[in-house]
């Protein structure tokens, strides 16, 4: 009859934390789970994303569930915004974008209460324009 209060702070919980942090990529937690295998070989799946669920209703760390994609895992709770590359499917953060506060005022003002944004930004990385821009130069001529 173990609580989750007697797991909180598992060996387990804190490889994934920290191995999440590490990272700007926002990982899915498959992909997580590949880089925290590294270092818990006998860890599964499953544990990864009980885990996950747990950090997220401790507030430690935040899913992002957008538009059909896979959710992923961020560690940085402060609020910002997202920028998806439409050629690789890369998330960046937005940091210095006011998130989305305007937005956040009017639909207030409907008489609604706010609990969040999932805004997400949509682009191409700069890896991706710099293959772009490779492709165009040899199309050239
Ligand atoms: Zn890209
Ligand atoms: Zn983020």
């Known amino acids: 009859m173990a609580t989750e209060k007697i797991q909180r702070n598992t060996p387990q919980r804190k490889v994934i934390l920290e191995e999440l942090e590490k990272l700007s990529t926002h990982p899915t937690a498959s992909e997580l ?19 996950l669920e747990l950090l997220v ?6 899913k992002i569930e957008i538009g059909g994609s896979e959710t992923r895992f961020d560690a940085e709770c402060m609020h ?25 005022k009017l639909i207030h003002s409907n008489g609604y209460e706010i609990i969040g ?16 821009s490779g492709k165009h130069s040899r199309v050239k001529q």
């Open 33 to 51: 789970y590949a880089i925290v295998r590294r270092r818990l070989p006998r860890i599964s799946l499953g544990t990864v994303y009980r885990n």
């Open 117 to 132: 944004c999932r805004t997400e930004f949509i682009g191409i990385c700069p890896d991706c324009r710099k293959t772009r």
């Open 57 to 62: 209703r401790n507030r430690t760390i935040k």
């Open 80 to 104: 910002h915004n997202h920028v998806r590359c439409v050629e690789c499917g890369c998330l960046d953060d937005l940091m210095d974008i006011p998130a989305g506060s305007e937005t956040e």
